[in-house]
């Protein structure tokens, strides 16, 4: 059995299905993927904790809104960080939790660039969905255990768009990035595992089971 922990997009979930794998998704929100009959709506440690199932596979993808190195700018300024800091804390428990369970065969962490490179190990790859047939750019670390790397399947271009900063700097990022002016929509976007990645765990993880 396969579970995609912190996934309610079940993007994952179903390239695993597509391929006759059993999987399911688990997040504390309700799936947004169309099959609930898939997902586990609560904490996944209340799954994980059950030492009487064995899971073959689990892909995990914890909240990083306290660990990504964007979120840590914040944590320099004096009148923010003591309110953030339990939270990060949180957050880094709450990432390292997947190393702590016996019951785990093979496992996959991921999380964009942040803390967790110097508070745990730097990953075993990063990735980037221009590698994986999408036009844009999101660096994401995966940490892996009884894993291969994740092989690169169709690469192109990024598509970027140049902008200015609030300090006057010209920058770039990708397009997809403003996909939605709400605040809570976009971030909610980003989050989400982009297809052709989904697509490249379920055929090359999916052969290892």
Known sequence: ???VACEESQTVCKAFRELGHETYSCDIEPCS???PEWHFQCDVKSILNDSNIIWDL????PPCTYLCSTGQAWNYKPSVNAKR????DEAINFFMY???CFNIKRLCV???VGIISTRFRKPDQYIEPCDF???ARKKTGLWLINLPKLEATITVPPLLKTYIDKHGKIRTRSVWMDASDNKKERAKFRSKTFDGIAEAM?????KLL
Do not use: C, K, R, S
């Open 33 to 35: 993927g169309g099959y």
């Open 110 to 112: 991921e999380n964009p």
């Open 98 to 100: 997947f190393f702590t």
């Open 202 to 206: 379920a055929e090359q993880w999916g």
């Open 58 to 61: 689990v892909i995990a993808h």
């Open 133 to 135: 047939g999408h036009t």
């Open 1 to 3: 059995m396969i579970l």
């Open 85 to 88: 800091e339990p939270f990060v």
